[in-house]
């Protein structure tokens, strides 16, 4: 199993302003994914990150919004830009077995907007 | 329709009994289906992975999936109350992207 450590664990930020998450795994990966987890709710995918190429993005989510940097096998970044309250949720890193097997997660951030 | 459902519960069971969590999906030809433990502040941790009809077993845990119903469920012997976590139900994509679909999950309470 990768180890991935994701960081910072939590932030409280203002609105408008913007916050990135940064994701290091120990191990290279092709994709890595981030997900949101709003308060109470599932979790849903932002975006697949894929080193060397631009990120893709699900329904509902926007780069504008949500910019993804992916330099390298092991590191990847989320940015929530001009946040609002609405943004208060937990982001998680995550990467694949391989072959469609089981993901792991990062111990996520938990984010605050007032 | 929701591409996983489960039933949010709150499902209560008494210490030492049988918890059953149920999961249903709407892509038929998925191919791969987890069930993670998520406790209250932290992230998804996986506790079973099943790919092939029938049952696994692992430890008090097994995992049930029937294809041509498009059912996965967990089940959970001798209940502690260190269980009490919402189960997330998750199956991967058809579109092989590596990506996973999350049902909204289960929140089991085992009570002393």
């Known amino acids: 199993s990768a180890v991935i450590s994701q960081k910072p664990s939590r932030d409280i930020c203002q609105r408008g302003t913007s916050l990135t998450i940064q994701c290091q795994v120990d191990s290279q990966v092709t994709m890595m994914f981030w997900y949101r987890q709003q308060p109470g709710q599932s979790l849903t995918l932002i975006a697949t990150?894929?080193?060397?190429?631009?990120?893709?993005?699900e329904s509902g989510f926007v780069i504008d919004k949500f910019p993804i940097s992916r330099p390298n096998l092991t590191f990847s970044t989320l940015t929530v830009s001009n946040m609002s309250p609405e943004d208060s949720s937990i982001y998680l890193c995550?990467?694949?077995?391989?072959?469609?097997?089981?993901?792991?997660f990062g111990q996520g951030t938990r984010l605050t907007v007032v | 329709q929701k591409e996983v459902e489960q039933n949010s519960g709150p499902l209560s069971v008494p210490e030492g009994a049988i918890a059953s969590l149920n999961c249903t999906y709407s892509d038929r030809v998925s191919q791969s289906f987890f069930w993670y433990r998520q406790y209250s502040g932290k992230s998804p941790e996986l506790i079973m992975s099943i790919y092939s009809n029938g049952d696994k077993e692992d430890g008090r845990f097994t995992a049930q999936l029937n294809k041509a119903s498009q059912y996965v469920s967990l089940l959970i012997r001798d209940s502690q109350p260190s269980d009490s976590a919402t189960y997330l139900c998750a199956v991967h994509g058809s579109s092989n992207t590596g990506k996973l679909i999350f049902g909204q999950g289960t929140t089991l309470q085992v009570k002393p």
């Open positions: 990150a894929n080193q060397g190429s631009e990120a893709t993005y």
């Open positions: 995550s990467v694949e077995g391989g072959g469609n097997t089981e993901a792991f």
